[in-house]
């Protein structure tokens, strides 16, 4: 099973709005990363957070992360239409091999 | 430099028949992944290689998948018996070592079995 889990769902936004997404997950972890993914194809790295860190900037983006809530927030400012995607936050935990990815934010953003 | 390749970016198979997907992973790279994702789900391990051996083969749902790397680069993921339920994409992702931080992931091969 996955170990995270993601809501919305789905988000449609305007252009130039923010959208924020939000992902939950079940054990400790090591870090938390969030990934980019279109069309169903290969996923691109956008942001690693530290489970000793609470927030992380990156260009338009912004990452909050909370340990006692086992739940981070990925924040897209001025949205463009090419940030349309899906969203996926995923967790290394300590002794696993592998990353655990949540179910995904499928963003919409019209033009 | 050169990315995770992947091949064939698309396979029509049907029910019963049996399958191969190869990874080409970065040039150096001693990890390498695969994940699977069913439509509207995130990637899902299932096999992880460091260098020519399978240091974790938790992820694979049943003895119809293997994968190997026999020289430690590339990988291919064998689906004997395909079953409809295999229908998805699968990724490959690689790593210089057992680094969860670097994963740079291929473009996948999307797998429909008729």
């Known amino acids: 099973s996955q170990q995270g889990e993601e809501d919305p769902q789905a988000l449609s936004i305007q252009e130039g709005e923010n959208a924020t997404m939000n992902c939950s997950y079940k054990?400790?972890?090591?870090?938390l990363q969030w990934y980019r993914q279109n069309s169903g194809r290969g996923l691109v790295h956008l942001i690693l957070?530290?489970?000793?860190?609470r927030e992380k900037h990156s260009g338009r983006l912004r990452v909050t992360l909370d340990t006692s809530k086992k739940s981070s927030s990925l924040l897209i400012t001025a949205s463009r239409a090419a940030d349309t995607a899906s969203y996926f936050c995923?967790?290394?935990?300590?002794?696993?091999?592998?990353?655990?990815f949540g179910t995904g934010t499928r963003l919409t953003v019209i033009p | 430099g050169a990315g995770v390749s992947q091949t064939p970016s698309n396979k029509v198979t049907e029910k019963g028949k049996y399958v191969e997907l190869r990874c080409d992973p970065i040039?150096?790279?001693?990890?390498l992944y695969w994940y699977r994702q069913s439509l509207g789900q995130g990637p899902e391990f299932l096999i992880y290689?460091?260098?020519?051996?399978?240091?974790?083969d938790s992820g694979l749902p049943n003895d119809r998948f293997f994968a190997v790397r026999p020289e430690g680069s590339v990988s291919t993921l064998k689906i004997q018996r395909t079953e409809r339920g295999d229908s998805a994409v699968y990724l490959c992702?690689?790593?210089?070592?057992?680094?969860?931080?670097?994963?740079?992931f291929g473009p996948g091969t999307r797998l429909l079995v008729l």
């Open positions: 995923a967790t290394d935990h300590a002794g696993a091999n592998n990353l655990f």
């Open positions: 290689f460091q260098g020519t051996g399978a240091a974790d």
């Open positions: 992702a690689s790593s210089p070592g057992l680094n969860l931080e670097t994963q740079y």
């Open positions: 054990t400790s972890i090591n870090n």
């Open positions: 040039s150096g790279h001693t990890a």
């Open positions: 957070i530290r489970s000793n860190e």
